[in-house]
């Protein structure tokens, strides 16, 4: 039988290239529903192509489109369409490719139904991750992460037992400002910003691996997956992007997990997981590539790692802000209405207004992101202005 799958952001990067993953399996895989935010033409164009049948659309004017141009499916709206589309497509696994917090509601409904999770919204795990990652213990669902780092991790972990891993270290590219001093950040512009050294990702994650955010979020990230107490976790920076991460055991052996950087492969993990099958990547030449440098994360001039690891510390809502904060600022930032440096500036000051309270359910993580996200924007606002 082949795995019924949902596909959630599915016209975006991650999803775009889960189609192509999808499309080698031969009967392994079969999609049976897929979502965007609005891109309903291009949504379609995928229905057709993968035989599916039902799609969503969160914007209601997008949705409405759609269900007048195609009379062969069922098109949901609103954030209400998305998940009734993960709770009566009838899947086996749902990959989460949504980008920023609203993947959160979507990563609960697809757990709470006991659904395994191919995670690429890695900001579900940054809101929510206690509260996330007990419901998939309560439900016996599985996450399987699809960023490239931890699944690289998921991976390495895979054959460990407990209490004989020391350190995850995570690897960063460095993003295209690497080595910059902050005062030469200061004009940086979006084209530069979005010009990634090693991958081609979205606009927002691509901003976020420039301004190192990217690597903020995945330490909160590796945290709920596996586990691992902030201050066994590491990052180091490795401009190559083949060592996608490495474990420290305590027997004094370090494991690495390399390839070259195609996302396409941490995302054929998690849709065949447990099992592997081919991926048309290069085999690692490492005599070609002659040499892998790491040097260490210059956290001074790009404070939102700093600023990361403070509010996982702070723990409770402090993430939630964080999160919500970044991508007011991110927005505002690829609009052309704030400066690159003062996306930490606004992250900062974001968390300074609203300390850190007690996370009491899924329902008081969605009030905090909608407070953290009128603040940030009143910030953006104040500096727009003056
Ligand atoms: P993208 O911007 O290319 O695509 C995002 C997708 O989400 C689109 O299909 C869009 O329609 C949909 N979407 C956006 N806002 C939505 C909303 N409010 N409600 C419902 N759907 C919405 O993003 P991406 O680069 O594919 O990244 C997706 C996720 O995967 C992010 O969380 C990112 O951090 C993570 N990720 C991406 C990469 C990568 O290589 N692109 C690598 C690792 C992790
Ligand atoms: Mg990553």
Same mark, same amino acid.
């Given at each position: 039988?082949?795995?019924?799958?949902?596909?959630?952001?599915?016209?975006?990067?991650?999803?775009?290239?889960?189609?192509?993953?999808?499309?080698?399996?031969?009967?392994?895989?079969?999609?049976?529903?897929?979502?965007?935010?609005?891109?309903?033409?291009?949504?379609?164009?995928?229905?057709?192509?993968?035989?599916?049948?039902?799609? +969503?659309?969160?914007?209601?004017?997008?949705?409405?489109?759609?269900?007048?141009?195609?009379?062969? %499916?069922?098109?949901?709206?609103?954030?209400?369409?998305?998940?009734?589309?993960?709770?009566?497509?009838?899947?086996?696994?749902?990959?989460?490719?949504?980008?920023?917090?609203?993947?959160?509601?979507?990563?609960?409904?697809?757990?709470?139904?006991?659904?395994?999770?191919?995670?690429?919204?890695?900001?579900?795990?940054?809101?929510?991750?206690?509260?996330?990652?007990?419901?998939?213990?309560?439900?016996?669902?599985?996450?399987?992460?699809?960023?490239?780092?931890?699944?690289?991790?998921?991976?390495?972990?895979?054959?460990?037992?407990?209490?004989?891993?020391?350190?995850?270290?995570?690897?960063?590219? %460095?993003?295209?400002?690497?080595?910059?001093?902050?005062?030469?950040?200061?004009?940086?512009?979006?084209?530069? +910003?979005?010009?990634?050294?090693?991958?081609?990702?979205?606009?927002?994650?691509?901003?976020?691996?420039?301004?190192?955010?990217?690597?903020?979020?995945?330490?909160?990230?590796?945290?709920?997956?596996?586990?691992?107490?902030?201050?066994?976790?590491?990052?180091?920076?490795?401009?190559?992007?083949?060592?996608?991460?490495?474990?420290?055991?305590?027997?004094?052996?370090?494991?690495?997990?390399?390839?070259?950087?195609?996302?396409?492969? *941490?995302?054929?993990?998690?849709?065949?997981? *447990?099992?592997?099958?081919?991926?048309?990547?290069?085999?690692?030449?490492?005599?070609?590539?002659?040499?892998?440098?790491?040097? *260490?994360?210059?956290?001074?001039?790009? +404070?939102?790692?700093?600023?990361?690891?403070?509010?996982?510390?702070?723990?409770?809502?402090?993430?939630?802000?964080?999160?919500?904060?970044?991508?007011?600022?991110?927005?505002?930032?690829?609009? %052309?209405?704030?400066?690159?440096?003062?996306?930490?500036?606004?992250?900062?000051?974001?968390?300074?207004?609203? *300390?850190?309270?007690?996370?009491?359910?899924?329902?008081?993580?969605?009030?905090?992101?909608?407070?953290?996200?009128?603040?940030?924007?009143?910030?953006?606002?104040?500096?727009?202005?003056?």
């Amino acid at each position: 039988m082949p795995r019924r799958l949902a596909i959630l952001g599915s016209t975006g990067s991650i999803g775009v290239q889960a189609l192509d993953v999808v499309s080698r399996s031969g009967e392994d895989l079969n999609v049976v529903a897929l979502s965007a935010a609005s891109a309903w033409e291009q949504l379609l164009s995928q229905a057709r192509e993968y035989g599916v049948r039902r799609i +969503a659309l969160s914007d209601q004017d997008a949705a409405a489109r759609a269900g007048e141009a195609w009379t062969d %499916g069922e098109v949901l709206a609103g954030a209400d369409g998305l998940v009734r589309l993960i709770t009566e497509c009838e899947c086996d696994m749902v990959l989460n490719a949504i980008v920023g917090s609203a993947g959160l509601v979507p990563t609960v409904a697809t757990l709470g139904e006991g659904l395994d999770l191919a995670l690429a919204n890695k900001e579900s795990l940054v809101v929510g991750g206690e509260l996330v990652t007990q419901l998939a213990e309560a439900t016996s669902a599985a996450i399987i992460p699809v960023d490239s780092e931890h699944s690289a991790l998921y991976q390495l972990l895979a054959s460990e037992r407990p209490g004989t891993v020391d350190r995850l270290i995570l690897t960063a590219s %460095g993003g295209p400002f690497r080595g910059r001093a902050a005062a030469e950040l200061e004009d940086v512009t979006v084209e530069q +910003a979005l010009a990634h050294p090693t991958w081609e990702m979205g606009g927002k994650i691509t901003i976020d691996s420039a301004t190192l955010m990217n690597k903020g979020l995945e330490l909160i990230e590796a945290h709920h997956l596996f586990g691992t107490p902030y201050e066994q976790i590491d990052v180091v920076v490795h401009p190559q992007s083949i060592v996608h991460s490495l474990i420290q055991l305590c027997d004094g052996a370090t494991l690495a997990h390399l390839g070259y950087p195609d996302m396409r492969v *941490p995302i054929s993990y998690a849709l065949h997981h *447990p099992e592997r099958v081919d991926v048309p990547v290069r085999p690692l030449d490492l005599v070609a590539l002659g040499a892998l440098t790491f040097e *260490p994360v210059d956290e001074q001039t790009f +404070a939102c790692l700093r600023l990361a690891r403070e509010a996982a510390l702070a723990g409770g809502t402090a993430p939630c802000t964080l999160n919500a904060a970044n991508e007011i600022a991110v927005h505002a930032f690829l609009a %052309g209405r704030l400066r690159f440096t003062e996306i930490a500036a606004v992250i900062e000051e974001t968390l300074a207004q609203l *300390p850190a309270e007690r996370v009491h359910s899924f329902e008081s993580l969605g009030e905090a992101d909608a407070h953290a996200r009128r603040v940030a924007a009143e910030l953006v606002a104040d500096r727009a202005a003056a």
